[in-house]
């Protein structure tokens, strides 16, 4: 499914499907992270009004989230893990206060070391998810074509589409913001993955079992 698709029924149960997804994956931990991002993260954030920030905490568990559902990269947890609480509450408030601008909320966080434009966008995901969607690799393709630039000018378009996107289906008479768009794509595109996954290890595993003779 691309950003293209037409169909509110598709997109309903792409995103009904999102959790059920997220198990399909079975990687350690990604259930309870996932439980974490989605509901808990959010509800932490807005507890602090009238000044909503992140801690340092919540932000290496962010990653681990982010990192799990998606690549793996520990350089960038640690990263993270080690950045001074002051400036990561310091950052991501400037961040949250700086929103609907997008663009200067970005900037606000990725001063942080560990935190490019995409970590930046599941911030600011958490906190507004009507506003900003998270900057995810398959969201990006679906939407983009692809998922290679991660750099603030894409982020601004992707959100933008996203946007755009979640206003079309809302005025179908659902309720959609930016990040319904982009977990529906991310559920519908790691849908269609499972599908054709277990048809290439079956044409593949002869010839799998013969390479590994070889080393």
Request: charged share 25%; with cysteine.
């Amino acid at each position: 499914m691309d950003l293209e698709c037409s169909s509110l029924g598709l997109w309903k149960e792409a995103l009904s499907s999102y959790r059920a997804r997220i198990a399909s994956l079975k990687k350690n931990d990604l259930v309870s992270l996932d439980e974490f991002y989605c509901t808990q993260l959010p509800s932490l954030i807005r507890q602090r009004n009238p000044n909503p920030h992140i801690t340092t905490k919540e932000l290496s568990k962010l990653m681990q989230w982010k990192l799990t559902r998606g690549k793996w990269r520990p350089r960038l947890l640690e990263y993270v893990s080690s950045l001074d609480g002051t400036l990561v509450k310091s950052a991501s408030q400037k961040a949250f206060q700086s929103l609907p601008d997008i663009s200067k909320a970005v900037s606000e966080l990725t001063v942080l070391k560990g935190v490019g434009p995409a970590t930046a966008s599941a911030i600011l995901a958490a906190y507004a998810p009507d506003i900003a969607p998270f900057m995810s690799d398959e969201a990006m393709v679906a939407a983009l074509g692809s998922s290679k630039d991660y750099t603030l000018k894409q982020y601004v378009v992707f959100a933008s589409k996203l946007q755009a996107k979640a206003k079309e289906l809302s005025s179908a008479g659902e309720s959609f913001t930016p990040s319904d768009v982009e977990r529906a794509l991310w559920s519908a595109a790691v849908g269609a993955k499972l599908m054709v996954s277990p048809n290439q290890s079956d044409g593949k595993s002869s010839s799998g079992r013969k390479r590994k003779r070889k080393f």
